[in-house]
């Protein structure tokens, strides 16, 4: 496959993901779902389990995915999944993404604090929210938090490149 759906390749580079080849996306486009999929069924489990353990967890691992230019899930995929399926490893994460990481980790800490503190109701209401862009973003790339990126800082081409490791 060498091409990829202009509307796909939008959404990506609204999270970052310019100068990046139009095969090379095409490919790992679905693989780039991932980490927000597997973000969404946790936020969703520490949410329904109204478990701050579990939500602080994962507020920790998204601060990892807002410092580096990976997020630590995409580990996963470069050092074994890809492998198995024979396929590119991911670009890097620019800015718009990781900014998207940092917002989901204070939105965490938020949620947990809720849990922790008796709020149950004010806990279901963040975690289901969050649960819900996240599920909008691995299911259909389409990720708010990068749309609130771009509204802030705007669309200089050096703050979103997002070059192969």
Known sequence: MSGI???IRRRLEIQGFVDVDDATLAEVAPWLRF???????WM???????????????????????????????????LGIRRLARTR?????????RFACALAAVWLVATGWAFNSGATVTGYVL????????????????????LVYRAL??????????TPR
């Open 89 to 97: 490893r991911l670009p890097r994460n620019g800015p718009p993404r």
């Open 35 to 41: 980490s927000p999929a597997v973000c969404t069924v």
């Open 44 to 78: 969703a489990t520490g949410t329904v389990l109204a478990s701050p353990v579990l939500l602080w967890t994962l507020a920790a691992i998204a601060l990892l995915g807002a410092i580096l230019p990976f997020h630590p899930f995409d580990l996963a995929y470069d």
């Open 153 to 162: 800082f705007g669309r200089k081409r050096a703050d979103f490149v997002a």
């Open 5 to 7: 759906d202009r509307v």
């Open 127 to 146: 975690g289901g929210l969050l649960t819900a862009v996240a599920a909008l973003v691995s299911t259909s790339d389409i990720c708010i938090p990068s």
